[in-house]
Protein backbone atom coordinates (compact mmCIF):
# COMPACT_ATOMS: atom_id res chain seq x y z
CA UNK A 1 0.00 0.00 0.00
CA UNK A 2 1.72 3.44 -1.32
CA UNK A 3 1.94 6.27 1.46
CA UNK A 4 -0.14 8.99 0.66
CA UNK A 5 2.20 12.60 -0.08
CA UNK A 6 1.28 13.68 2.49
CA UNK A 7 2.46 11.57 4.99
CA UNK A 8 5.38 11.58 3.36
CA UNK A 9 9.17 12.63 5.60
CA UNK A 10 9.80 15.80 5.22
CA UNK A 11 12.49 16.49 2.61
CA UNK A 12 15.82 17.84 3.91
CA UNK A 13 18.22 20.11 1.80
CA UNK A 14 20.60 18.37 -0.17
CA UNK A 15 23.22 20.22 2.32
CA UNK A 16 21.55 18.83 4.87
CA UNK A 17 21.71 14.57 4.40
CA UNK A 18 23.51 12.62 7.04
CA UNK A 19 26.07 11.02 4.83
CA UNK A 20 28.31 9.26 7.79
CA UNK A 21 31.02 12.14 8.28
CA UNK A 22 29.13 13.79 10.87
CA UNK A 23 26.48 15.95 12.23
CA UNK A 24 24.89 17.83 9.05
CA UNK A 25 23.14 20.24 10.62
CA UNK A 26 27.09 21.81 11.20
CA UNK A 27 27.58 21.78 7.13
CA UNK A 28 24.12 23.74 7.37
CA UNK A 29 25.23 27.57 7.28
CA UNK A 30 21.75 29.01 6.71
CA UNK A 31 21.08 26.97 10.43
CA UNK A 32 24.12 27.25 11.92
CA UNK A 33 24.74 31.32 11.30
CA UNK A 34 21.80 32.98 12.97
CA UNK A 35 21.63 36.50 15.04
CA UNK A 36 21.08 36.54 19.17
CA UNK A 37 18.02 36.78 19.84
CA UNK A 38 19.42 39.08 23.22
CA UNK A 39 22.49 41.30 21.36
CA UNK A 40 21.76 41.40 17.99
CA UNK A 41 25.22 40.31 17.22
CA UNK A 42 26.02 37.43 15.08
CA UNK A 43 25.70 33.88 16.35
CA UNK A 44 25.79 30.47 15.74
CA UNK A 45 23.54 27.86 16.97
CA UNK A 46 24.23 24.81 18.45
CA UNK A 47 23.85 21.88 16.27
CA UNK A 48 24.43 19.09 18.93
CA UNK A 49 21.56 19.37 21.65
CA UNK A 50 20.61 15.49 22.21
CA UNK A 51 22.16 12.55 23.57
CA UNK A 52 21.90 10.19 20.75
CA UNK A 53 20.23 7.53 23.39
CA UNK A 54 16.80 10.17 23.28
CA UNK A 55 16.29 8.55 19.52
CA UNK A 56 17.02 5.40 20.66
CA UNK A 57 14.34 5.63 23.93
CA UNK A 58 10.85 6.24 22.40
CA UNK A 59 11.64 4.69 18.52
CA UNK A 60 9.52 1.53 19.18
CA UNK A 61 6.73 3.87 20.08
CA UNK A 62 6.84 5.49 16.75
CA UNK A 63 7.15 2.21 14.98
CA UNK A 64 3.64 1.41 15.88
CA UNK A 65 2.12 5.03 14.84
CA UNK A 66 1.37 4.42 11.67
CA UNK A 67 2.11 7.09 9.17
CA UNK A 68 1.08 10.06 11.97
CA UNK A 69 2.52 13.24 10.85
CA UNK A 70 0.55 15.39 13.15
CA UNK A 71 2.09 13.97 16.57
CA UNK A 72 5.03 12.66 18.07
CA UNK A 73 3.41 9.31 18.40
CA UNK A 74 -0.54 8.38 17.82
CA UNK A 75 -3.55 6.29 19.02
CA UNK A 76 -1.80 3.02 17.28
CA UNK A 77 0.99 2.81 19.62
CA UNK A 78 -1.57 2.40 22.96
CA UNK A 79 -2.74 -0.77 21.14
CA UNK A 80 0.36 -2.32 20.14
CA UNK A 81 2.43 -1.01 23.32
CA UNK A 82 4.05 -2.37 25.47
CA UNK A 83 6.94 -4.07 24.02
CA UNK A 84 5.69 -7.86 24.69
CA UNK A 85 9.46 -9.12 25.22
CA UNK A 86 12.84 -7.10 24.96
CA UNK A 87 16.35 -9.16 23.69
CA UNK A 88 19.32 -7.22 24.35
CA UNK A 89 22.90 -7.61 25.76
CA UNK A 90 24.32 -6.32 28.69
CA UNK A 91 25.65 -3.01 27.45
CA UNK A 92 21.41 -1.97 27.33
CA UNK A 93 20.98 -2.25 30.89
CA UNK A 94 22.00 0.93 31.98
CA UNK A 95 21.63 3.57 28.78
CA UNK A 96 18.85 2.41 26.15
CA UNK A 97 16.98 0.50 28.78
CA UNK A 98 16.92 3.25 31.29
CA UNK A 99 16.27 5.95 28.98
CA UNK A 100 13.72 4.40 27.38
CA UNK A 101 11.89 3.87 30.43
CA UNK A 102 12.05 7.53 31.56
CA UNK A 103 11.26 8.65 28.37
CA UNK A 104 8.11 6.42 28.50
CA UNK A 105 7.10 8.26 31.93
CA UNK A 106 7.83 11.56 30.12
CA UNK A 107 5.04 10.39 26.76
CA UNK A 108 3.11 9.19 29.96
CA UNK A 109 2.76 12.53 31.78
CA UNK A 110 2.05 14.54 28.39
CA UNK A 111 -0.52 12.20 27.78
CA UNK A 112 0.86 11.08 24.44
CA UNK A 113 0.94 7.70 25.95
CA UNK A 114 -1.13 5.46 28.22
CA UNK A 115 1.44 3.03 29.36
CA UNK A 116 3.97 3.44 32.13
CA UNK A 117 6.69 0.58 30.70
CA UNK A 118 7.90 0.15 27.44
CA UNK A 119 8.76 -3.33 28.18
CA UNK A 120 7.20 -6.32 29.44
CA UNK A 121 9.69 -8.64 29.51
CA UNK A 122 13.33 -8.33 29.39
CA UNK A 123 16.02 -10.69 28.68
CA UNK A 124 19.66 -9.98 28.44
CA UNK A 125 21.50 -12.66 26.52
CA UNK A 126 25.31 -13.43 27.17
CA UNK A 127 28.12 -12.91 25.22
CA UNK A 128 30.03 -15.32 22.62
CA UNK A 129 33.43 -15.97 23.32
CA UNK A 130 36.34 -16.99 20.39
CA UNK A 131 39.75 -17.42 20.72
CA UNK A 132 42.15 -14.45 20.45
CA UNK A 133 45.84 -14.63 19.07
CA UNK A 134 47.96 -11.66 17.75
CA UNK A 135 51.35 -10.72 17.59
CA UNK A 136 53.35 -7.02 18.33
CA UNK A 137 54.26 -5.65 15.24
CA UNK A 138 58.05 -4.63 14.66
CA UNK A 139 56.42 -0.65 15.00
CA UNK A 140 55.28 -1.89 18.79
CA UNK A 141 51.22 -1.93 17.09
CA UNK A 142 49.02 -5.55 17.83
CA UNK A 143 48.64 -7.41 14.65
CA UNK A 144 45.27 -9.70 15.61
CA UNK A 145 44.87 -13.32 13.55
CA UNK A 146 41.21 -14.97 13.11
CA UNK A 147 41.61 -18.15 14.30
CA UNK A 148 41.36 -19.79 10.80
CA UNK A 149 44.80 -18.00 10.49
CA UNK A 150 46.21 -19.88 13.03
CA UNK A 151 47.61 -23.07 13.98
CA UNK A 152 47.76 -24.86 17.20
CA UNK A 153 50.74 -26.61 18.91
CA UNK A 154 49.86 -28.89 21.40
CA UNK A 155 52.38 -31.31 24.02
CA UNK A 156 52.31 -35.12 23.76
CA UNK A 157 49.07 -35.04 25.70
CA UNK A 158 46.99 -32.72 23.57
CA UNK A 159 47.24 -30.04 25.63
CA UNK A 160 47.74 -26.51 23.88
CA UNK A 161 51.15 -24.94 24.54
CA UNK A 162 51.37 -22.61 21.37
CA UNK A 163 50.26 -20.96 18.10
CA UNK A 164 52.23 -20.02 14.60
CA UNK A 165 50.60 -18.33 11.75
CA UNK A 166 49.75 -20.09 8.46
CA UNK A 167 50.98 -17.64 6.36
CA UNK A 168 54.52 -17.37 7.91
CA UNK A 169 55.35 -20.23 10.25
CA UNK A 170 55.95 -17.83 13.33
CA UNK A 171 54.62 -17.87 16.90
CA UNK A 172 51.59 -16.03 17.80
CA UNK A 173 50.06 -15.08 21.19
CA UNK A 174 47.13 -17.12 22.27
CA UNK A 175 44.81 -14.36 24.42
CA UNK A 176 42.65 -16.48 25.70
CA UNK A 177 38.96 -16.42 25.23
CA UNK A 178 37.78 -12.97 24.34
CA UNK A 179 33.90 -11.76 23.72
CA UNK A 180 33.62 -11.65 19.62
CA UNK A 181 34.62 -8.95 18.01
CA UNK A 182 36.20 -7.22 14.21
CA UNK A 183 38.85 -5.56 15.34
CA UNK A 184 40.13 -8.20 17.60
CA UNK A 185 39.15 -10.32 14.51
CA UNK A 186 37.63 -13.72 16.27
CA UNK A 187 34.36 -13.20 14.76
CA UNK A 188 32.35 -16.16 12.68
CA UNK A 189 31.21 -15.98 9.54
CA UNK A 190 27.45 -16.94 9.59
CA UNK A 191 26.84 -17.08 6.19
CA UNK A 192 30.33 -19.66 6.02
CA UNK A 193 28.36 -21.91 8.77
CA UNK A 194 25.33 -21.48 6.71
CA UNK A 195 27.14 -22.95 3.77
CA UNK A 196 28.76 -25.37 4.70
CA UNK A 197 26.30 -26.77 7.22
CA UNK A 198 23.09 -24.81 6.93
CA UNK A 199 21.64 -22.43 9.44
CA UNK A 200 19.47 -25.23 11.42
CA UNK A 201 22.65 -26.24 12.65
CA UNK A 202 23.93 -22.62 13.40
CA UNK A 203 20.94 -21.55 15.30
CA UNK A 204 20.79 -25.54 17.06
CA UNK A 205 24.51 -25.46 18.68
CA UNK A 206 23.83 -21.46 19.73
CA UNK A 207 20.55 -22.62 21.70
CA UNK A 208 22.12 -25.80 23.01
CA UNK A 209 25.94 -24.70 23.94
CA UNK A 210 24.61 -22.54 26.68
CA UNK A 211 21.39 -21.09 28.49
CA UNK A 212 20.76 -17.85 26.24
CA UNK A 213 21.22 -15.22 29.54
CA UNK A 214 24.78 -16.38 30.10
CA UNK A 215 28.48 -16.48 28.42
CA UNK A 216 28.63 -18.30 25.47
CA UNK A 217 32.18 -20.74 24.41
CA UNK A 218 32.30 -20.99 20.71
CA UNK A 219 33.38 -24.22 19.63
CA UNK A 220 34.04 -25.97 16.20
CA UNK A 221 33.53 -29.37 17.53
CA UNK A 222 30.27 -28.53 19.12
CA UNK A 223 29.03 -26.96 15.88
CA UNK A 224 30.04 -30.51 14.19
CA UNK A 225 28.09 -32.54 17.01
CA UNK A 226 25.15 -30.39 16.69
CA UNK A 227 25.50 -31.04 12.57
CA UNK A 228 25.62 -35.08 13.47
CA UNK A 229 22.18 -34.18 15.27
CA UNK A 230 20.35 -32.89 12.40
CA UNK A 231 21.55 -35.40 10.07
CA UNK A 232 20.20 -37.99 12.26
CA UNK A 233 16.50 -36.58 12.76
CA UNK A 234 17.03 -36.54 9.06
CA UNK A 235 17.73 -39.86 8.37
CA UNK A 236 15.29 -41.02 10.95
CA UNK A 237 12.80 -39.23 9.21
CA UNK A 238 13.29 -40.59 6.21
CA UNK A 239 13.58 -43.90 7.69
CA UNK A 240 9.88 -43.38 8.77
CA UNK A 241 8.83 -41.87 5.52
CA UNK A 242 9.34 -46.04 4.23
CA UNK A 243 7.26 -46.80 7.72
CA UNK A 244 3.32 -46.91 7.01
CA UNK A 245 1.95 -45.01 10.26
CA UNK A 246 -0.73 -47.03 12.02
CA UNK A 247 -2.64 -46.37 15.28
CA UNK A 248 -1.23 -47.47 19.03
CA UNK A 249 -2.99 -50.28 20.49
CA UNK A 250 -4.98 -49.87 23.34
CA UNK A 251 -2.30 -51.11 25.74
CA UNK A 252 1.39 -51.08 25.42
CA UNK A 253 3.37 -53.16 27.46
CA UNK A 254 7.88 -53.70 27.31
CA UNK A 255 10.36 -51.35 25.91
CA UNK A 256 7.43 -49.66 23.59
CA UNK A 257 5.12 -48.41 26.77
CA UNK A 258 8.49 -47.35 28.28
CA UNK A 259 9.74 -45.37 25.13
CA UNK A 260 6.49 -43.82 24.82
CA UNK A 261 6.60 -43.19 28.33
CA UNK A 262 10.20 -41.53 28.12
CA UNK A 263 9.33 -39.66 24.99
CA UNK A 264 6.07 -37.93 26.56
CA UNK A 265 7.50 -37.23 30.06
CA UNK A 266 10.61 -35.48 28.35
CA UNK A 267 8.69 -33.41 26.32
CA UNK A 268 6.61 -32.56 29.68
CA UNK A 269 9.73 -31.06 31.15
CA UNK A 270 10.65 -29.05 27.51
CA UNK A 271 7.40 -27.48 28.16
CA UNK A 272 8.22 -26.00 31.50
CA UNK A 273 11.24 -25.47 30.36
CA UNK A 274 10.48 -23.17 27.43
CA UNK A 275 8.39 -20.99 29.40
CA UNK A 276 11.25 -20.50 31.49
CA UNK A 277 13.67 -19.36 28.38
CA UNK A 278 15.65 -22.41 29.18
CA UNK A 279 16.54 -22.95 25.02
CA UNK A 280 19.43 -25.02 26.19
CA UNK A 281 17.55 -27.96 27.77
CA UNK A 282 14.96 -27.79 25.17
CA UNK A 283 17.58 -28.99 22.77
CA UNK A 284 18.69 -31.29 25.07
CA UNK A 285 14.96 -32.83 25.38
CA UNK A 286 15.23 -33.04 21.75
CA UNK A 287 18.28 -35.37 21.92
CA UNK A 288 16.47 -37.46 24.07
CA UNK A 289 13.89 -37.68 22.29
CA UNK A 290 15.79 -38.89 19.30
CA UNK A 291 17.70 -41.08 21.04
CA UNK A 292 14.39 -43.32 22.27
CA UNK A 293 13.26 -43.01 19.01
CA UNK A 294 15.89 -45.03 17.46
CA UNK A 295 16.14 -47.31 19.85
CA UNK A 296 12.49 -48.90 19.47
CA UNK A 297 13.06 -48.55 15.70
CA UNK A 298 16.01 -50.87 15.87
CA UNK A 299 14.22 -53.27 18.49
CA UNK A 300 11.56 -53.55 15.68
CA UNK A 301 9.06 -54.93 18.24
CA UNK A 302 5.14 -55.02 16.62
CA UNK A 303 3.28 -51.63 16.90
CA UNK A 304 6.73 -50.12 16.85
CA UNK A 305 5.73 -47.94 13.84
CA UNK A 306 2.90 -46.41 15.83
CA UNK A 307 4.84 -45.39 18.53
CA UNK A 308 7.67 -44.49 16.31
CA UNK A 309 5.76 -42.12 14.61
CA UNK A 310 3.93 -40.48 17.25
CA UNK A 311 6.79 -39.81 19.11
CA UNK A 312 8.57 -38.43 16.01
CA UNK A 313 5.85 -35.74 14.97
CA UNK A 314 5.87 -35.00 18.87
CA UNK A 315 10.24 -34.42 18.33
CA UNK A 316 9.62 -32.20 14.99
CA UNK A 317 7.25 -29.80 16.45
CA UNK A 318 9.92 -29.11 19.69
CA UNK A 319 12.62 -28.60 17.44
CA UNK A 320 10.73 -26.53 14.82
CA UNK A 321 11.43 -23.05 16.62
CA UNK A 322 14.85 -23.93 17.05
CA UNK A 323 15.51 -25.75 13.64
CA UNK A 324 12.40 -24.52 10.79
CA UNK A 325 13.94 -25.37 8.02
CA UNK A 326 14.94 -29.44 8.51
CA UNK A 327 11.51 -29.74 10.54
CA UNK A 328 9.30 -28.38 8.11
CA UNK A 329 10.45 -30.26 5.25
CA UNK A 330 10.17 -33.59 7.88
CA UNK A 331 7.01 -32.55 8.27
CA UNK A 332 5.76 -32.16 5.33
CA UNK A 333 7.15 -35.80 3.87
CA UNK A 334 5.73 -37.50 6.37
CA UNK A 335 2.92 -36.37 5.77
CA UNK A 336 1.92 -35.07 8.86
CA UNK A 337 0.73 -31.70 7.09
CA UNK A 338 1.14 -28.98 5.16
CA UNK A 339 2.98 -26.24 7.59
CA UNK A 340 4.66 -27.48 10.83
CA UNK A 341 4.27 -23.61 11.86
CA UNK A 342 0.43 -24.14 11.65
CA UNK A 343 0.45 -27.54 14.09
CA UNK A 344 -0.77 -27.87 17.64
CA UNK A 345 2.43 -27.75 19.80
CA UNK A 346 3.07 -30.90 21.43
CA UNK A 347 1.04 -32.16 24.77
CA UNK A 348 2.88 -34.33 27.01
CA UNK A 349 -0.50 -37.36 27.72
CA UNK A 350 -0.87 -38.05 31.43
CA UNK A 351 -1.87 -41.39 30.08
CA UNK A 352 1.36 -42.09 28.61
CA UNK A 353 3.14 -41.61 31.54
CA UNK A 354 1.39 -43.47 33.70
CA UNK A 355 4.43 -46.18 34.85
CA UNK A 356 3.02 -49.75 35.34
CA UNK A 357 5.81 -51.77 36.12
CA UNK A 358 8.75 -50.46 37.94
CA UNK A 359 12.54 -52.07 37.19
CA UNK A 360 13.44 -53.44 40.89
CA UNK A 361 17.75 -54.02 41.62
CA UNK A 362 17.82 -57.20 43.10
CA UNK A 363 20.81 -57.60 45.69
CA UNK A 364 22.21 -60.36 47.90
CA UNK A 365 23.58 -59.56 50.77
CA UNK A 366 23.92 -56.27 50.19
CA UNK A 367 25.54 -57.17 46.78
CA UNK A 368 24.11 -56.12 43.28
CA UNK A 369 23.44 -59.52 41.58
CA UNK A 370 21.05 -58.23 38.52
CA UNK A 371 17.55 -56.15 38.16
CA UNK A 372 13.95 -57.70 37.37
CA UNK A 373 11.04 -55.30 36.16
CA UNK A 374 7.65 -56.48 38.02
CA UNK A 375 3.83 -54.93 37.64
CA UNK A 376 3.80 -52.18 40.73
CA UNK A 377 0.23 -53.97 41.47
CA UNK A 378 2.27 -56.88 42.48
CA UNK A 379 1.99 -57.95 46.54
CA UNK A 380 4.91 -57.85 48.78
CA UNK A 381 4.94 -61.36 49.02
CA UNK A 382 4.86 -61.67 45.00
CA UNK A 383 7.85 -59.81 44.79
CA UNK A 384 9.67 -61.69 47.28
CA UNK A 385 8.52 -64.95 45.41
CA UNK A 386 9.60 -63.68 41.75
CA UNK A 387 13.04 -62.09 42.86
CA UNK A 388 14.21 -65.18 44.51
CA UNK A 389 13.47 -67.36 41.75
CA UNK A 390 15.50 -65.53 39.46
CA UNK A 391 18.47 -67.45 38.11
CA UNK A 392 20.92 -64.96 39.27
CA UNK A 393 19.59 -65.26 43.00
CA UNK A 394 19.24 -68.86 42.66
CA UNK A 395 22.76 -69.46 42.35
CA UNK A 396 23.66 -67.86 45.66
CA UNK A 397 21.33 -70.28 47.82
CA UNK A 398 23.30 -73.47 47.12
CA UNK A 399 23.89 -74.80 50.47
CA UNK A 400 22.28 -71.60 51.62
CA UNK A 401 18.78 -70.34 52.91
CA UNK A 402 17.00 -67.26 52.59
CA UNK A 403 16.87 -65.83 56.08
CA UNK A 404 15.25 -62.34 55.15
CA UNK A 405 13.91 -60.13 52.41
CA UNK A 406 13.81 -56.54 52.44
CA UNK A 407 11.82 -55.03 49.92
CA UNK A 408 12.14 -51.30 49.54
CA UNK A 409 8.80 -49.96 47.37
CA UNK A 410 9.72 -49.20 43.76
CA UNK A 411 13.11 -49.46 44.42
CA UNK A 412 15.30 -52.16 45.70
CA UNK A 413 15.03 -55.96 46.79
CA UNK A 414 18.01 -57.40 49.00
CA UNK A 415 17.74 -60.72 49.86
CA UNK A 416 19.74 -61.96 52.92
CA UNK A 417 20.84 -65.52 52.80
CA UNK A 418 23.25 -67.53 55.45
Given at each position: ????DD ?8 DCVP??S ?6 L ?6 TC ?5 P?K??T????T ?9 R ?5 S ?15 D ?9 I ?6 R?W?K ?9 Y ?6 L??QG???NH?F?RR????G ?13 D??G??I ?16 G ?10 D ?15 F?M ?5 E ?11 G???F??R ?17 N??T ?5 T ?9 Q?GID ?5 F????S ?8 L ?13 V??E ?9 S ?18 D??K??W???L?S ?33 A??VN??F ?26
Amino acid sequence: MPVPDDQLPVKLPEDCVPDGSGNPLNKLESFVNCTCPKCGQPAKRETDTMDTFVDSSWYYARYASGFSNDAMVDAQTNYWMPVDQYIGGIEHAILHLLYSRFWSKVMRDLGLVNYDEPFANLLTQGMVLNHIFSRRTDKGGIEYFAPEEVELIHDEHGKTIGAKALKDGLPVDFQGMGTMSKSKRNGVDPQALIEQYGADTARFFMMFAAPPEQTLEWSDSGVEGSHRFLRRVWNLGYLLSEVEKADLPNKLTGNLAKTRREVHSTLKQAGIDLSRQQFNTVASAAMKMLNALEKVQKEAEPHWQAVAHEGFSKLLRLLSPIAPHITQSLWKTLGYGEDILKAPWPEALASAMVQDEVEYVVQVNGKLRGSITLSKSMEKSQIEATAVNQPFVQKHLENASVRKIIVVPNKLINIVVG
